[in-house]
């Protein structure tokens, strides 16, 4: 099994809204990853979870809160949007390698109105 | 800092003609460098991947690309292109002591029938 599994795969939420998006892989990787891709941009870092712990957090605003409840599940939970954080949000995993490519899941589409 | 750079954020091709796709890196000691392919609305999939083995990489889908340290580049290519070719070529490079990927800045191919 070489997939990481996101979900929900669209979300629309408004400015007041909590909502979280979701991602479970069960490939024994040790660290993962989220990641914002912005229309025609590359995807920027978000935060890293090494062993379930967070391990770099690009001075991502609060409203977004990753959590790591064990080593297969990684969440993102949203609060306060604004439209300007509608984007693809993407998780990714690896091994505890810095040779080691990450695997990515095939996102979450956010729009936020 | 460890980066990359994509030269030409869109390449057009004839189906079966050469497809080169160009990255150049910035470090001052070998990077771990990587090629990642992303359809519209999907994530990202790992073409190939350079760790020091041999600077001749071979990925899926028949693409390879050359590592070429006197010229800190790392391009793409594939022989032949066909239409299923068609999407979005991120280089990445793992950067500087994180884990974790940044990305060049993309180039998307045009495959022409």
């Known amino acids: 099994d070489t997939e990481v599994t996101q979900t929900p795969k669209h979300l629309v939420m408004g400015m007041t809204n909590k909502k979280s998006l979701k991602c479970e892989q069960h490939?024994?990787?040790?660290?993962m990853y989220w990641y914002k891709q912005k229309a025609k941009k590359p995807p920027e870092l978000m935060f890293v979870?090494?062993?379930?712990?967070?391990?770099i957090n690009e001075s991502v605003p609060s409203r977004f809160s990753p959590e790591c409840p064990n080593s297969s599940l990684l969440n993102l939970h949203l609060h306060a949007l604004q439209p300007e954080d509608s984007a693809l949000y993407l998780c990714?995993?690896?091994?505890?390698?810095?040779?080691?490519?990450?695997?990515f899941g095939q996102g979450t589409r956010l729009t936020v109105v | 800092a460890q980066s990359v750079t994509q030269l030409g954020s869109h390449v057009s091709v004839s189906e079966g003609a050469l497809v080169l796709l160009r990255c150049n890196y910035s470090?001052?000691?070998?990077?771990?460098l990587f090629w990642y392919v992303q359809y519209p609305n999907q994530g990202l999939q790992l073409l190939l991947k350079?760790?020091?083995?041999?600077?001749l990489v071979k990925g899926i889908n028949g693409f390879e690309a050359e590592f070429k340290k006197s010229e800190t580049s790392f391009h793409l290519t594939k022989p032949s292109a066909h239409m299923s070719d068609a999407a979005e070529y991120f280089c990445?490079?793992?950067?500087?002591?994180?884990?974790?990927?940044?990305f060049g800045s993309g180039t998307r191919l045009q495959v022409q029938p």
């Open positions: 990714a995993s690896s091994q505890e390698d810095r040779a080691t490519e990450a695997f």
């Open positions: 490939m024994g990787h040790r660290a």
């Open positions: 979870y090494s062993y379930e712990k967070l391990s």
């Open positions: 470090s001052s000691v070998p990077p771990y």
């Open positions: 350079y760790t020091s083995a041999a600077t």
């Open positions: 990445a490079v793992i950067r500087g002591g994180r884990r974790a990927l940044t």
